[in-house]
């Protein structure tokens, strides 16, 4: 009893000891990440202050005023200071319209998100069955039939389909997809309005999850193929056991194991989004607010944005880490 003890609590100094490496590792890695980040932007053609040079009021005195107010006539080091000074302080401003960048970016996060955990409920949920019985049931019709229309939804481009569904719906039912919500609906009662947001979601979310289901589908179907090759799945054959316990209890848990690092690397969707997809149904979602920071280099959005992204890259390594040790 005093050695399982002692071996519980040795479990446990293990595992605290173990994450506190790891949170040092991502800490460090984070701080590299943003000198690389800022030091790629501020080295892209063209100066930050060059923000409309056909615009005539955009006189030389206003590009120095402009130039002293955002440090822009500091060394590189000190610009780098300064930035993440002001955005650890919360009073980060955007270039082009002078409003708070974390506010900016917590409103179109918000949108982002029910189209980032509907569409990858939607690829998560149908992926692992598509592939699981195209693997148990390998050369069949099922599995051909999978193989082809998988291949298909990776061939067409999303902006292609994306029309093609508009067309259909628009044509067909007659009722609006483009925006987060009908024109006129904020009038409504609530029921009404919910459901027509959820209607409005509903295509840019199957969009978004046909090219994971393809790809996913795909590597589910090839792990399972490999692990009901190993020996440990051929004895459990050969012992007689149901198949059902040969393919879910056997074979499935150790192929689950290479996507426990793909779902903590989902995190970075919430901040990419897929500027296609939004630009096309007019969603006001932050993948599209990065591109349009981008053309209108508008640099404190660009470094916040970025490293948001590099911070759910971190946070969904270290819980991938932490799900592999359990």
Known sequence: AQRSVTGYFKGIEDMIAFIGRSIVQKIVTLFFVSIVSFAIIHLAPGEP??????????????????????????PLYVQYAYFYRDLFSGSTVSWKDNQPVLKKIWERF??????????????????????????????????????????????????????????LVVTQLEVPVIGMQTFGIGDTAWPFRMMDRLWHM?????????????????????????????????????????????HY???????????????????PGLIGGSVIIESIFSWPGMGRMAYEAI?????????????????????GTFVSDLLYVL
């Open 202 to 246: 509903l295509l840019p979310s199957i969009l978004g999850a046909t090219g994971g289901i393809a790809v996913l589908s795909r590597y589910v179907r090839s792990q399972m193929l490999e692990v009901e090759g190993q020996d440990y799945v051929r004895t459990a054959r050969a012992k007689g056991l149901p198949w059902e316990m040969v």
């Open 110 to 167: 918000l949108n982002s998100l029910p189209l980032f955990i509907v569409g990858t409920l939607i690829t998560w949920t149908i992926s692992f069955p598509v592939g699981i019985r195209s693997a148990i049931f390998r050369g069949g019709i099922y599995d051909r039939s999978a193989t082809f229309i998988s291949y298909v939804l990776i061939s067409i481009p999303g902006f292609f389909f994306a029309y093609i569904l508009i067309i």
């Open 49 to 74: 202050s060059q923000v409309d040079p056909l615009n005539p009021k955009f006189t030389p005195e206003m590009v120095e005023r402009f130039r002293t107010a955002f440090h822009l006539d500091q």
């Open 295 to 315: 053309l209108a280099r508008d640099y404190p959005l660009i470094l916040t944005i970025n490293f948001i992204a590099a911070v759910l890259v971190l946070i």
């Open 249 to 267: 209890k056997h074979a499935l848990r150790n192929a689950l194991l290479p996507f426990v690092t793909m779902f903590g690397l989902i995190l």
